[in-house]
């Protein structure tokens, strides 16, 4: 029969002393050493945990069996030992915990030894979540709030430094380390009375409460508190945050805006920018004014195609105005904050559910049969609430990410209008590129093509 190995990264015991275990209780009980599966991360999620299941259960499991070097590794509590033994139990899988003769045994062993302080914060953390699935407050409020009635209501006075912090970072252009020292300068403090610092403005500008949401312990409330600033200057902070350059190189000799950007119409090469003086004036003897062109490279160092040539200015006003145009009339729809939807209180109801079940067993109620009966399929459910949670996380990421993207093209895409001619010029370039993918250019139409 083969060992599958399921370790935890606990501090004791260690992992090299499961790992240690393991072996042992193969070579004593004669098994084929198979897999090992390392639960890396804290907390009840259990992805390892979770995919050993897939493997075992798309496998032949009659010829397995699950080996832990200490009942510890199943979980960072006794609940969640003891709902990982019986959700093995509940789908067949044989346990061993090493140097143990019962695997039931052990688990409630690890269930009586629960301190008294383990036991009140199962329940206070279980009273906190109910409060955040009605979408009340839990703890201080983010700075621009107050709690009114246990929700979040706007705070008149520190909503205007927090609307301050986002002008000034947006509008001015200001680093988070020009800003606090405004805000010191300025007599403004922080809620405790303390002077702000790089990391305080940091953090709020990095704040979702901003634009509506609330998240607490893992659940996110429907809230209905005020915005302080919209969610695409939100978005816009966040590029900004992530991208962020103290200075930018001004526009070099020979460097053009379109350059790679601007393609023929007629032949589809790309058009160049090239310098020239007015003939008209060179003719005339008079001092010759230097003019800038994008014309067809093919006729320039190929001698094919036509002579195709645009007056710069005119050509990137005519890009400018596109993108305008395009940006006028694309919208992008309020992200409303998904609806918590319920997964936590269900799971928190079958927690309670196998609590009551477990302490009936260790009572003496119930033997170890009668337990995996009335609490098996309570732990499977579990474990599929699990799964779905798993699976609704990654969606409200995909959600987001959509979203925040869509808001930040448009954000992006408004800038560089608005700010056209006072962009330095390698931000200007950064901009056009991430925004428009060709400009493509003919003797009497300019046809822009943006970035998808």
């Known amino acids: 029969m083969q060992a599958v190995c399921y370790l935890r990264a606990i501090t004791d015991p260690s992992l090299e002393v499961q790992q240690r275990a393991y072996l042992d209780e193969c070579a004593s009980g004669g098994l084929e050493v198979g897999p090992t599966y390392t639960e890396t991360a804290s907390g009840s999620s259990a992805p390892e945990f979770r995919r050993m299941l897939r493997a075992l259960l798309e496998g032949q499991r009659e010829f397995v069996v699950v080996v832990v070097g200490a009942i510890e590794a199943l979980g960072d509590t006794a609940r969640e030992q003891a709902k990982r033994y019986l959700q093995l139990a509940a789908l067949g899988i044989p346990l061993r915990v090493a140097g143990a003769r019962d695997p039931d045994a052990a688990m409630l062993a690890a269930w009586e030894r629960r301190t008294n302080a383990e036991r009140r914060r199962e329940q206070v953390r279980a009273g906190m979540r109910d409060v955040a699935l009605r979408g009340e407050v839990l703890g201080r409020p983010p700075y621009g709030y107050r709690v009114v009635a246990r929700r979040l209501r706007v705070d008149a006075d520190e909503a205007v430094v927090v609307r301050e912090i986002f002008r000034r970072y947006l509008e001015l252009d200001e680093g988070v380390r020009v800003i606090a020292r405004h805000l010191n300068e300025s007599g403004v403090r922080t809620r405790r009375g303390g002077a702000w610092s790089m990391v305080s403005v940091r953090e709020v500008l990095r704040n979702p409460v901003y634009v509506g949401t609330y998240r607490r312990l893992g659940v996110t409330v429907p809230s209905d508190h005020e915005r302080l600033i919209t969610r695409e200057q939100f978005a816009d902070v966040q590029a900004r945050l992530a991208e962020r350059r103290t200075s930018f190189a001004r526009q070099a000799r020979g460097e053009y805006l379109l350059a790679g950007l601007a393609v023929c119409g007629y032949c589809e090469n790309n058009l160049i920018g090239v310098r020239r003086a007015s003939r008209a004036q060179r003719a005339a003897g008079e001092p010759a004014e230097m003019f800038t062109y994008y014309q067809c ?81 309570l732990a499977l459910e579990d474990l599929q609430e699990e799964e779905r949670e798993e699976f609704e996380a990654r969606r409200r990421q995909d959600v987001a990410r959509t979203s925040e993207d869509a808001v930040t093209v448009v954000a992006e895409r408004a800038r560089l209008v608005e700010q056209w001619g006072a962009l330095e010029f390698d931000e200007h370039r950064s901009l056009l590129r991430a925004l428009v993918s060709r400009v493509v250019v003919t003797d009497d139409a300019v046809r822009v093509e943006l970035a998808q």
Do not use: K, M
């Open 297 to 377: 490279q093919s006729r320039t160092n190929q001698s094919r195609c036509d002579y195709h040539t645009r007056r710069a200015d005119d050509l990137e006003l005519a890009v400018r105005n596109a993108v305008s145009d395009a940006f006028a009339t694309t919208s992008v729809a309020p992200n409303a904050a998904l609806p918590a939807d319920g997964n936590e209180a269900r799971r928190e109801g079958l927690r309670r559910r196998l609590d009551a079940l477990l302490e009936r067993r260790v009572r003496g109620e119930w033997t170890a049969e009668q337990l995996r009966q009335q609490a098996g399929q």
